[in-house]
């Protein structure tokens, strides 16, 4: 019988694009364009930065494009970049077992793409197999958090991102380069292997919260990709990584793992169709009471002027300290911050880098907004293993309290925007092209001419299927999106 990591690591090498059904291919190009969104709004951020400095001082041949600079250099490098700038925004898209990995799996996969000469549609197969096995690997550790008795007791003390982003990474560079099953079962012990630490309990214990999210999906891509390339030079991993006992699941620290979840359905069931995309840049768990508060704002056309004070009501796991903290003191933490959250949207900022420019950080106009936000709990969501749904948390409650106009408005949602499940939340294809938009505008103006260039890389993206190679969309990477 063959085992789990073969299996996956055949899935990786083998699919072509004519096996992928019309709505993956549709999905893995949304994916796309939004993670580069991503990725050029982040190179206006300290921690993006950081990043770009970091590979510059590693310099090495100028092979793959950075987003949103013009620079080309090393393909790991590249990979590095990219990932950690899509990632530091907290605007990248987000799998419903509570992780992001669209970052690593793009930008591992273009970064080899681009070297290697691979055509639109190998870019394409490329993101929808290595969303999948990013997927497939967070589905089988579950969720970190601590269910007993039916009830959500606290985040596991032992979980962490790394391993779906990571992995995530290894499956879609796989698929780009095209070296057999054999090697690519080596790539996935070696990644494997070398993932990041599960470092979630950590961060979800933290307040002023460091420069990246979780683990550094910079990291995390560059180690899927240098496992491939490994693999392809003939190094050797644990072949079996998946199988057995002990195997990855158990030094990745989870409490239990569902092999079931790594294989049934695999070429078959999609998971890129399940991922959610955000309207605001900030963490998920605050973007049901957004979702609810923006449907009051628009209904009652409120301004910010006319906004008393503002109660969130959150489910429990949205009530720790660093999301009820009013005045965040750096741009990771105030994603987390319902208040900051809710000052961005009341002063109508363009969601995007803008909300965390020094000016919404410190201004005295949004500082004093933030303090009059609150955070209580949302009854309904009180015991959240009740929302579950196949180990994913789709639907959560969340809403707002708003006093204004001398009285209390009240909105609630169980979706978030963005959500795949509905019509009313699903993220369309012209909001996704606006979200793209707004984050290749950075700081500055959306001008006419900024906009212009903006869609042509969208038509490019749209049709990617009919793109013999990737230097067109390589080169718009830098000329068209250079900040």
């Not at 290595?130 to 032992?158: C, H, M, P, W």
């Not at 959306?446 to 969208?458: D, F, G, K, N, Q």
Request: net charge neutral; aromatic share 8%.
């Amino acid at each position: 019988m063959q085992g789990l990591t073969r299996r996956l690591a055949q899935f990786a090498a083998e699919t072509k694009y004519e096996q992928l059904p019309a709505d993956v291919v549709r999905e893995s190009k949304r994916l796309l364009l939004n993670t580069i969104g991503c990725a050029v709004g982040g190179v206006h951020t300290d921690s993006g930065g950081i990043a770009l400095r970091h590979v510059r001082a590693l310099g090495g041949k100028p092979i793959s494009t950075i987003a949103g600079t013009g620079e080309r250099t090393s393909p790991v490098n590249a990979a590095y970049a990219n990932a950690r700038l899509a990632n530091v925004l907290d605007a990248d898209d987000t799998f419903p077992t509570g992780s992001h990995f669209g970052s690593t799996t793009v930008f591992a996969a273009l970064a080899l793409a681009e070297q290697l000469g691979r055509s639109g549609r190998d870019l394409i197969t490329a993101v929808a197999v290595g969303f999948d096995v990013g997927a497939r690997i967070g589905s089988s550790l579950g969720l970190s958090i601590n269910v007993e008795g039916g009830k959500v007791t606290g985040y596991a003390k032992l979980s962490g991102t790394s391993a779906t982003m990571t992995w995530a990474g290894v499956g879609s560079a796989a698929s780009i380069a095209r070296m057999g099953t054999e090697r690519t079962t080596q790539a996935f012990g070696i990644a494997g292997a070398n993932t990041p630490l599960p470092a979630h309990a950590k961060w979800s214990a933290s307040v002023s919260l460091p420069m990246h999210e979780y683990s550094d999906a910079g990291w995390c891509a560059q180690t899927g990709l240098s496992a491939v390339l490994l693999a392809e030079l003939g190094s050797t991993g644990y072949a079996d990584i998946l199988d057995g006992d002990p195997a990855f699941w158990r030094f990745f620290g989870a409490a239990k793992v569902d092999n079931d979840a790594l294989g049934e359905g695999l070429a078959e069931r999609w998971h890129i169709i399940n991922t959610t995309y955000k309207p605001w840049p900030s963490c998920r768990w605050t973007q049901y009471p957004l979702t609810a508060f923006f449907k009051l704002k628009q209904e009652l056309r409120l301004n910010s002027d006319e906004i008393d004070r503002i109660v969130v009501k959150a489910n429990p796991f949205a009530q720790s300290a660093r999301f009820t903290q009013q005045q965040p003191d750096n741009q990771i933490s105030a994603e987390f911050s319902h208040a900051h959250a809710l000052a961005m949207g009341a002063f109508d900022m363009p969601p995007g880098p803008l909300w965390y420019a020094e000016e919404a950080l410190r201004a005295p106009k949004y500082r004093a907004f933030r303090s009059r936000v609150t955070v209580e709990l949302e009854p309904r969501a009180a015991n959240l293993a009740q929302w579950m749904e196949g180990g994913q948390f789709r639907r959560i409650p969340g809403g707002v309290e708003v006093h204004a106009r001398g009285k209390v408005h009240t909105a609630s949602v169980n979706m978030a925007a963005g959500g795949p499940w509905s019509e009313e939340t699903r993220f369309s294809d012209e909001a996704l092209r606006l979200k793209f938009t707004g984050m290749v505008c950075g700081t500055e103006p959306a001008s006419s001419e900024r906009r212009a260039r903006a869609e042509r890389v969208i038509a490019a993206v749209e049709r990617l299927e009919d793109a013999a190679g990737l230097g067109e969309l390589c080169r718009s990477l830098g000329t068209e999106l250079r900040s």
